[in-house]
């Protein structure tokens, strides 16, 4: 079968099997109380335009583990709604009404949206519509196990009341408030935004830095901004950008401000003033300002790095600890023009890490090669460096207060009490609130990863916004019930854990509520719409029980904070309620027992990327409203999907609709393809070449190669030995062992690596015991029946196929197996060994490059060898050093450590290198000597190297010695001679 043809089969194969089983309906999960049940969730779809392959894997790695939990008898749920809260789509409609040439390209060229449909998406409601039904029909298509009862929007006005209900809430526990807050604010629109407001789904980190006041004789201020306060001892000079515009402000207090040109523009969302006039930065080069803090006069100075629009404009200088800074004090020094500004500039240590002055700005472009400002990558990777490792490390100078020139003895007592010798960060909280207190800087804000853009185009500033509606993430009990809840859940991957901590310890208040979008209305002000990242934390509970609310038709009136108290919490008494909203008791008692019986959530998999805002409101947010008992379980956070190691955009125009995929190689070989790609916490990088290599070449005739083996096989089961033989049992545990492996790693989320036992190790497996048997024994179709459903978990419909060839009971996506757990570790250990001997003869033949073999004489290390080498093994497991082992081994057996050191050495290099699977079970079945397992495996070395075999003890005196092996005999390494 060409590649074409055998990639058209697996297309025909997922329309056949994603037909039936939507039509039977196999994966709709209702309650069961005598089923252990298993709630997973993944985050649901913005359909702003269709599926691709980033959200297939996402979502391919719910399902994969939806549909382990079915295969171990659980009862899944597996829903799916759609997020049509927010911005993005109404930006999109309004670009497709203005014309947006690109936009429009994307979605006919890429997304294969017809001109027709294109034109009707300037309604942005047509556009949501048209992506969510493009993007459902291709998740059925992709075989994911979904309960689509349970589907809904965000628009849908079952949820809205769900939504009012979550905020009434919050506000009743004083976790809303109205108030100040600096925000991400779209000038354009007049509105906060949040991650799923902007271009590239990028989070506005804003930054709180301070304003420092460098004053000229005049009184005009030239505020620095810095997030590092603490280095203002160190300050030589301050930086301007020589070739940017000024502008001269007027603050309503009546000081006088000089900010950069682009700050100005951004400032004026903060700040009140009027513009004086604007100048050159040029002609600020040379003024002279006065340091508040030490009272020196330093000189305004010309660098090309210094970002006009960025905070304010202005920043000072520290070169000792500062790479920037560094880089430019030092070209500007060679500068003729500028020398007699700067001649004389010497960098000033303030910064002392492991008790050593270091100016470490210095040392690391040294080591770093750095040359020139312009040389902007390294020097980003070394500012990270030095503000790392000194805000980590670094003390402030102990006499720092002596060395310094101080403006006055209060700052000197001060200085000399609060800072010298302290940390760097503690000393920079202190030196903050000091210049702050003491009017000489206050603070501004400024969105560190700076540019990021609204969905319209517009760049995003810092507003202080007053009268907005906030969460306030900031309430430390809140924060406190927050860091239980994930100290008791599942983290994949663990080292997430520590992000999530610092993201519960960093996050304040925040916007809520938006001015535009789609989305549900405020509960008690319906001019704001709450914010995409506010909707979105506690929907998973609501997929519990929305089917419910449509059999029943309860009336959205109905749907009040009484009905949900009750459903959600079982708060209130059934009757009343039930008489009061004029609903049967029996649907309000039932729609409470399908929540809790589904809740609390066991697993929730989402990007790595949500860990600053999402994934962290969802846990704060389950703690606000819910009791312990419904706490989350569990989180995934993949990595993404990377085309040529870049990350997917619609600017980038790499983002591959997942439909593409699956009409062109199969929804089996695409899933194969994401799920073997990487484990689920790692990046998967996509490389063109290399995915039609394995999509039309290794996936699709591997698994086809499996397909054709069990079907023929099974075909041929009437003529299967009844009886076993040693090699059966080999194969039989050797396969269990595999299995049970493959159990372990799923449910450790280890996927990747789970599936490549399953689609490679057992085939290969099979493919040796097929090879060393002239009849398969019946244990064959006891192995295929555990391995189908395996292979249903990561390729649904090939296995379906199959198993409609040859077992044909139910649907193999709904198979329940029952893996026996009574491995005969004795015969794994065994052929382990043999395999162990094996590897060492191959080894052997191709140093001596012998062609064929016609004996093999094996000697066998004497047993109380074996009984050392044990003891050796043992060491090495609790730890311990070869001295060590020898001296633990002279004292248990009474010995010299002189004849016990030469006995062991040559033994210990043997169990360094013997694979540690060997190990394990060598030291668990010390009463199976090396003789018996040879002898047990003998056939199976036999025929694997095509040679007759004989095999002896050491310990034999009658044994023949051939060339001497028998006395080179050592444990897990035997003497062999071939010939």
Not at 88 to 116: C, N, Q, W
Request: glycine share 6%; with cysteine.
């Amino acid at each position: 079968m060409s590649s074409e043809n055998i990639n058209e089969w697996f297309v025909e194969l997922a329309k056949k099997w994603s037909r039936i089983l939507e039509s039977e309906r196999i994966f709709e999960a209702d309650v069961d109380e005598f089923k252990s049940k298993y709630f997973i969730t993944a985050a649901f779809m913005y359909p702003n335009g269709p599926i691709h392959i980033g959200h297939g894997r996402t979502y391919l790695i719910a399902d994969i583990i939806a549909r382990f939990k079915r295969l171990q008898g659980y009862n899944v749920l597996f829903p799916m709604g759609f997020h049509y809260t927010g911005t993005p789509i109404i930006a999109m409609a309004e670009a497709i009404s203005e014309g947006d040439k690109d936009l429009i390209e994307l979605f006919r060229d890429t997304y294969g949206v017809p001109s027709d449909e294109i034109d009707r998406m300037k309604d942005p409601l047509y556009l949501a519509r048209y992506f969510h039904r493009v993007s459902k029909d291709v998740m059925k298509l992709y075989g994911l196990s979904i309960d689509w009862r349970r589907e809904f929007t965000t628009i849908d006005p079952e949820f809205k009341s769900f939504i009012h209900w979550q905020f009434r809430k919050l506000y009743e526990k004083g976790y809303i408030e109205k108030g100040t807050h600096p925000v991400g604010w779209c000038p354009r629109h007049e509105m906060p935004v949040g991650m799923h407001d902007t271009k590239g789904d990028v989070e506005p980190e804003i930054g709180e830095f301070i304003a420092i006041y460098f004053k000229d004789d005049n009184g005009v201020i030239y505020p620095t901004a810095t997030l590092r306060p603490e280095t203002i001892f160190g300050v030589t000079n301050i930086w301007v950008n020589p070739k940017a515009m000024y502008a001269k402000i007027k603050l309503d207090n009546g000081d006088i401000w000089i900010v950069g040109e682009g700050a100005y523009h951004r400032l004026k969302y903060q700040l009140r003033f009027n513009l004086i006039e604007l100048i050159e930065g040029e002609k600020l080069v040379g003024r002279i300002v006065r340091n508040p803090i030490t009272g020196e006069h330093v000189s305004i100075l010309p660098a090309n790095f210094v970002d006009d629009s960025f905070a304010t404009g202005i920043v000072m200088s520290v070169p000792a600890h500062a790479p920037y800074d560094a880089i430019a004090l030092e070209e500007i020094k060679r500068d003729p023009k500028y020398s007699m500004y700067a001649g004389s500039i010497e960098p000033r240590i303030i910064i002392e890490i492991n008790g050593v002055k270091k100016a470490l700005a210095y040392e690391i472009i040294e080591n770093m090669k750095i040359k020139s400002q312009e040389d902007k990558e390294k020097l980003d990777e070394a500012t990270r460096y030095v503000y790392t490792t000194e805000l980590q490390r670094g003390i402030m100078l102990r006499d720092l207060h002596l060395i310094v020139p101080m403006a006055s003895e209060d700052i000197k007592r001060f200085v000399s009490e609060n800072i010298s010798g302290k940390s760097v960060s503690y000393s920079r909280d202190i030196i903050r609130r000091y210049l702050i207190e003491n009017k000489m800087g206050m603070i501004i804000y400024e969105l560190i990863n700076k540019p990021v853009y609204c969905r319209c185009g517009t760049e995003i500033v810092v507003k202080v916004l007053e009268d907005q509606w906030f969460i306030d993430y900031g309430n430390q009990a809140w924060k406190e019930k927050a860091r239980e809840a994930l100290n008791n859940m599942i983290i994949v991957p663990e080292e997430a854990r520590a992000q999530f901590e610092a993201t519960i310890d960093w996050l304040r208040r925040r916007a809520c509520a938006r001015t535009r979008g789609l989305g549900v209305p405020l509960p008690w002000d319906n001019r704001w719409i709450i914010e995409s990242l506010s909707d979105s934390t506690i929907y998973m509970a609501f997929y519990t029980v929305i089917h419910k609310i449509r059999k029943y038709s309860i009336p959205i009136d109905k749907l009040n904070d009484r009905f949900w108290d009750y459903v959600m919490l079982g708060e209130g008494n059934l009757m009343k309620i039930s008489n009061e909203l004029s609903l049967p008791p029996e649907a309000l008692e039932d729609l409470h027992k399908e929540f809790s019986y589904w809740y609390p959530l066991d697993l929730r998999v989402s990007g790595k990327d949500l860990i600053p805002n999402h994934l962290t409101f969802f846990i704060f947010n389950h703690v606000a409203i819910y009791p312990k008992a419904f706490y989350p379980r569990g989180i995934i956070a993949n990595g993404w999907v990377l085309i040529k190691q870049q990350k997917m955009s619609k600017s980038a125009r790499n983002i591959i609709p997942l439909k593409n995929l699956i009409e062109e190689y199969g929804s089996d070989i695409v899933r194969l393809l994401l799920a073997l790609g990487a484990e689920v916490y790692q990046d998967e990088n996509i490389d063109p070449d290399l995915l039609k290599r394995l999509c039309r070449n290794e996936y699709p005739y591997q698994l086809k190669f499996i397909y054709d083996t069990i079907v023929r096989l099974y075909s041929e089961r009437d003529s299967f030995r009844d009886e076993t033989t040693i090699l059966d049992l080999w194969f039989w545990n050797e396969f269990l062992r595999k299995v049970n492996t493959v159990i372990e790693l799923a449910n450790n989320f280890r996927l990747r690596e789970a599936g490549i036992i399953i689609y490679y190790d057992i085939t290969d497996l099979i493919k040796k015991y097929l090879g060393l048997v002239s009849k398969p024994s019946k244990i064959l179709i006891e192995v295929f029946r555990i391995w189908i459903p395996l292979i249903s978990v990561y390729t649904p419909f090939i296995a379906e196929e199959t198993w409609s060839k040859t077992f044909a009971i139910g649907r193999v996506s709904k198979y329940t197996i029952e893996i026996p757990r009574n491995i005969d570790e004795r015969i794994i250990l065994a052929f382990m060994y043999a395999d162990h001997v094996i590897n060492f003869v191959e080894n052997i033949i191709r140093a001596t490059k012998k062609s064929t073999l016609n004996r093999m004489v094996i000697y066998v290390a004497k047993r109380d060898m074996q009984d050392l080498m044990r003891r050796i093994i043992r060491g090495l497991k609790n730890g311990l050093r070869i001295s060590e082992i020898i001296e633990l081994v002279s004292k248990e057996l009474g010995m010299e450590k002189r004849v016990v050191s030469q006995l062991i050495r040559p033994m210990y290099d043997v169990a360094i290198s013997t694979p540690d699977n060997i190990k394990e079970l060598y030291i668990k079945y010390d009463d199976l000597d090396e003789m018996s397992m040879l002898n047990m495996a003998k056939e199976y070395i036999s025929k694997v190297l095509n040679v007759r075999i004989e095999i002896y003890s050491a310990e034999d005196i009658t044994a023949p010695d051939y060339g001497g092996k028998k006395k080179a005999s050592l444990p897990l390494r035997p003497g062999i001679y071939i010939e």
